[in-house]
């Protein structure tokens, strides 16, 4: 099992940037691909990014891809997500979640982010 613990939410403008982090619990971070997701008001859970155990593969969605950035700290039990250019299509709570093996089997409890136009 492992717990997770989003931060860096905020109110932004466009075009600003945001860093959101996921604290993880456990010795076993290590062990699992990470994951950024979001859901915006009305709308379905979206895939934004995801990276290896270790670090040295990523995805984006379309949608973010040349101005976010995930990135992890195994040492610290620590995803990130760097968010720059931000727009206000980019509002939603943002989810950090742990897959183990094939599935995300563990999600956090979100951060909101709102960026004004």
Do not use: H
């Not at 905020?10 to 076993?28: K, P, Y």
């Amino acid at each position: 099992q492992v717990q997770l613990v989003e931060s860096g939410g905020g109110l932004v403008q466009a075009g600003d940037s945001l860093r959101l982090s996921c604290a993880a619990s456990g010795r076993t971070f290590s062990s699992y691909a990470m994951g950024w997701w979001r859901q915006a008001p009305g709308k379905e859970r979206e895939f934004v990014a995801r990276i290896s155990r270790s670090g040295d593969s990523t995805y984006y969605a379309d949608s973010v891809k040349g101005r976010f950035t995930i990135s992890r700290d195994n040492a610290k039990n620590t995803v990130y997500l760097q968010m720059n250019s931000l727009k206000p299509e980019d509002t939603a709570v943002y989810y950090c979640a742990a897959r183990p093996v094939l599935s995300y089997d563990y999600w956090g409890q979100g951060t909101q982010v709102t960026v004004s136009s």
